[in-house]
Every structure is written in C-alpha cells, then in structure tokens.
C-alpha cells in the first residue's frame, strides 16, 4: 500500500462549496466516480440521494450496483475553497483516475448550476506520498481538524482557548470523514477505515486520542506533506 495525500483549492483561492447541496454532491461523486465503470447516471442517483440531506440520513447508497473501486479513500474533509483527501490506489494509475473524474465531474456540476463557464479549480490537484511512519500517524489527525479553520485559525500554533469546544464543533461538522471514524454515521460508504483505526485507534478512543494530538501536536512534523 502507498499513500498519498491529495488537496486541490478553487482557482484564485474562490469557494467552490456554496451550500450543503455542493458539499454534499461532491461527497457522492467521491462515491459516484470511485469506480472503474463510467457513471452515467450520475445525476440521477445524485437526486436519489439527496433526499438523505434533507431527512438527516447521510448515507449514500448504491446497494444493487458492484463497484469496481479505483482507490481506498481513507480520511477525507471538505472546506470552503478547497478538499483533502488520503489515499491509495487499487488499481494501476488508480489515483489520477479518480481525480479526474472527481474534478471534471464536480466542475461541470458547479458550472451548470452557477451558470459560470471556465476553470473551477487552480490545476491539477497535488498529491504527496505518505512515506514516513510519523507521517502516517500524524496526517489523518490533521485532515479532520482542518475545519477548525473555520471557527480558531490559530489551531495550528496551539493557540486554543477551549480544545472540548473545538472537537465539539467537528463532531457537528458533516463534510469530513471524522464522524465515520467515532462511530457517528455519517458517510460511512465513502471511507475504508480499516487500516487508519488500526494505527490510530478504534471508534472508542479516536476522540480522545485526536483532541491529545490538537493539544500537544507538532505541526512541523507533518508540514512538508500538508499540501497547504
């Protein structure tokens, strides 16, 4: 197994999530595109499931198709202007595979609805492989506390006021991978979490665990791979 960590951002830094219907689509084609089958019905089965978004039941579901998976997508989270991904790649060429299709099929998704025309993300997204073991046990912490940007940007310095508050506000964040892995249903069909939980702990201690690494983590540690 090799992996990477994977982050594309809006051209010119510009959201490219304007509502939860965007952040949700992109979710599904994580999903949708994860396959080494073309997904012609993509819009289709889009709308199926965004039912799921207005009851508050998160789960996509394709149960009656069999995938042919083109990566393992181990940890994922989604900001306003950019994504994070952690993967590794089932078959030959794997992950530029599934990128494309994610981008491309996110762009034209964003542009039909926006009625906009033109390049949605800065280029090809950026990828690092995942090589060192403290790495490893660092990045998937660093991907779900990424949201925090959103309410203490100093979190990164361990300039926190309150880190309960913090996890508390991630346990309510949706559009990450990080309620799947303390055992909150949320997306659970997106994620393979069966190698991360064995290094970084199982449902039960994953909470605790990633609000002692916000307290005494070291970012240098893991900077050169972050990708930001």
Do not use: C
Not at 85 to 105: S, T
Not at 129 to 146: F, K, M, R, S
């Amino acid at each position: 197994m090799e992996l990477f960590h994977v982050l594309n951002r809006g051209v010119d830094k510009r959201k490219i999530f304007l509502d939860d219907k965007d952040y949700f689509r992109f979710v599904h084609d994580l999903f949708e595109f994860n396959d080494k089958k073309p997904s012609s019905n993509t819009f289709r089965s889009f709308y199926h499931n965004i039912k799921n978004v207005q009851n508050n039941t998160w789960d996509i579901e394709r149960p009656t198709v069999r995938r042919e998976l083109l990566v393992d997508i181990h940890a994922f989270s989604l900001m306003p202007n950019h994504y994070h991904l952690l993967l590794d790649a089932k078959v030959e060429n794997g992950i530029p595979l599934f990128m494309k299709k994610v981008n491309m099929g996110y762009a034209k998704y964003f542009n039909q609805k926006y009625k906009r025309t033109g390049t949605l993300f800065e280029g090809r997204y950026k990828s690092v492989a995942v090589t060192q073991e403290a790495h490893l046990i660092h990045l998937p912490y660093y991907i779900h506390l990424n949201p925090l940007d959103l309410v203490t940007p100093t979190w990164r310095e361990r300039k926190l006021d309150n880190s309960g508050k913090a996890i508390e506000f991630l346990e309510n964040y949706r559009w990450s991978s990080y309620l799947d892995y303390v055992g909150k249903k949320n997306f659970p069909s997106v994620t393979n979490r069966s190698f991360l939980s064995e290094i970084t702990g199982k449902v039960d201690n994953y909470k605790s665990e990633t609000q002692k690494w916000l307290k005494g983590m070291d970012y240098s540690i893991i900077k050169e791979i972050t990708l930001e």
